[in-house]
């Protein structure tokens, strides 16, 4: 994965991201690994990136990423396909195993992750701003074929998620702070539970066509209101796949338990 020339600033906030735990690391990775499928970031059919990337991305050895595509196999969430043209792919795949190990990850987190999506809405905002009061000729150049490359990609999962992160990568350098590249690579990761990529589906694709356009027309006019603004509603659309996946478990969780709940019994009337 390509960090875009910030790998030099990222030590000023290397405490956000963590490395898994070691202790049954693969086990873990698993679990982040479907609720990424849950969240929409992977998609089936495609194919995952290969296990030192992974590995790399994650802050783990490739053995535990090993394990934790062995276990996702097994449990029919991917395919390992070997050969020229192999690889991880994603499978179409229902449990009720699935329900569980999302609220395994994300509710004892949701705190923290309420947090993390405030900073990146204050700090998304505050690039849009900034962007707006100091972008160049070139830059407006690279933003305006970012949002031409992003309406073209058309429905292939990967080529627009490259084409949006080259798009918010364009307005991001247009601050001419490359701190603040490395400030917002850092927040993605941790809101993407680690894997850098933003949720996918047909609908969110559809909001982001209307509102890309709308963001760059901002920042190229120089608007740092009106892009700031558009900025925090754009982020929006990933804030709330999060948490309404969040408040589907937790719905499920609060039925499973009324189910279990055994119902009080009446009172008899004593007998002399």
């Not at 969240?39 to 990337?53: A, C, I, K, M, T």
């Not at 209307?210 to 190229?220: C, D, F, R, T, Y």
């Not at 603004?229 to 719905?251: P, Q, W, Y």
């Amino acid at each position: 994965m390509e960090h875009h020339g910030s790998e030099e600033h990222l030590d000023v906030i290397s405490g956000l991201l963590e490395p898994l735990p070691m202790q049954n690391a693969g086990e873990r990775l698993a679990d982040r690994l479907v609720t990424a499928i849950a969240l929409g970031e992977f998609v089936p059919g495609q194919r995952l990136p290969p296990e030192r990337e992974l590995a790399t991305m994650l802050g783990v050895g490739r053995g535990v990423v090993r394990e934790a595509l062995q276990r996702l196999a097994a449990s029919g969430y991917v395919s390992i396909k070997r050969g020229r043209s192999g690889g991880t792919f994603i499978e179409e795949h229902s449990s009720d195993d699935t329900k569980a190990i999302v609220r395994r990850v994300l509710v004892p987190e949701r705190e923290r992750l309420n947090q993390l999506l405030d900073l990146r809405s204050l700090v998304e905002s505050m690039v849009a701003r900034a962007a707006a009061e100091r972008r160049d000729n070139s830059d407006i150049k690279h933003i305006q074929r970012a949002v031409d490359a992003y309406a073209s990609a058309g429905d292939d999962r990967h080529s627009s998620g490259v084409a949006d992160r080259d798009l918010h990568l364009a307005i991001n350098r247009a601050t001419h702070n490359p701190l603040l590249e490395a400030l917002t690579y850092r927040i993605r990761a941790e809101v993407s539970l680690g894997f850098g990529v933003e949720p996918y589906s047909p609908m969110l694709r559809k909001r982001a066509l209307q509102q890309h356009p709308l963001l760059a027309a901002a920042v190229i006019a120089g608007d740092p209101d009106l892009a700031a603004s558009l900025a925090a509603e754009h982020f929006h659309l990933s804030e709330s796949i999060l948490k309404r996946l969040i408040s589907t478990v937790d719905e499920d969780a609060t039925r499973e338990s009324k189910s279990r709940t055994p119902k009080s019994r009446k009172s008899q009337p004593r007998t002399a």
